[in-house]
């Protein structure tokens, strides 16, 4: 009987959470009936982001391994589904196949050249690993601006739209419940199951016997290996799952720009996803969600009241710059949760279950 009581205590505990949840569902799927074109835009932005940043949580909040290169394998999914969709009728280079088969295809072609630099990725650590990935930034952009019958050059290239058997996630005007929807609508919905489905994905690998072996990679690695974990094949295959996730949300920004860059997949992207797992929370799946909700949503939004706000206005009016703006503040979010909050912004959350789980000193038990 006493093990009953606490169980029904969870359960209670758990039925509020779940009611949370739905409330957060519901709504979410509601936002293309009500909100305008820029807040959808916004919100894919933010989901794309979220999905790379899993990838990045899981290498180097996880398993410890510092990667800088995160961009290039965004740009790898971005320009990788518009070589396979693309029909060459713009005088670039495609294959002209199925959108929804260029999707996977580009998130393959992601996972492969994570494939071929795990090796490496297998073999070093630390700031050894996070240099070396520092080189695929530099060999990407310089294969990104010269080679123009792949790639577009400076200009870039547009992006087809995606086709799932038939149902196009173009512009074209579909009514539901007479409520025009076009591209970022339909998007919408298919962003929210890419996240979902890396969300839960990646929960269980982390919840799971792999989980626990990145945690002891990342914590102590010689104890890991005499324990029996092959150190170097899990960082390999760490290193192609964040590759993966980076293709996958290349994919999702390059249907949301609807034209590919090259200047976008620099190295400061690649920043950027890291101060997103800082901010949200190394080695959380909640905190990967938050950081690149947090980190994707700020010059979006700058850039949208700047009129409204001091000292921030458009480039080349005085001010500084909604962009640059945005680097500042979540540069001094960077350095406020590594001194204030070292568990990022979902420990914000958890602090208030944490005390109310501390034993009491009156136990008299001993630490």
Partial sequence: MSDALPRRGAAVLARPRAYGWAVVGLVLVAFPFYLDRFWLQAGLFAMAAAIGALGINLLTGSTGQLSMGHAFFLAVGAYGYCAFAGDGADGLAGLGLPGWLAAVLAVALAGAVGGV???????????????ATLALIFIGQHVLFNAHDLTGGFNGRAVPPLDLFGFAFDDSELLVAQVPFGSAEKLWYLGLLLLLAGVLFARGVLRGRPGRAMNAIRDHRIAAGVMGVPVARYRAAVFVLSSVYAGLAGVLLALVFQRTVPEYFGMLLSLEYLAMIVIGGLGSVAGAV???????????????????????????????????????????????????????LVRLAARPRGRTARPSHSSGEER
Avoid: C, H, M, W
């Avoid at 630099?117 to 240099?131: D, V």
């Fill in 117 to 131: 630099f795990s090796p490496i990725a297998g073999r070093l650590r630390g700031a050894y690993l996070g240099i």
């Fill in 290 to 344: 938050v950081g690149g909700v947090f980190v994707s949503l700020l010059p979006q939004l700058l850039n949208r009241y700047s009129d409204a706000l001091p000292l921030v206005s458009a480039p080349g009016t005085g001010g500084i710059a909604p962009g640059e703006a945005a680097r500042y503040l979540y540069g001094a979010a960077v350095v406020a949760v590594v001194l204030f909050l070292p568990g990022g």
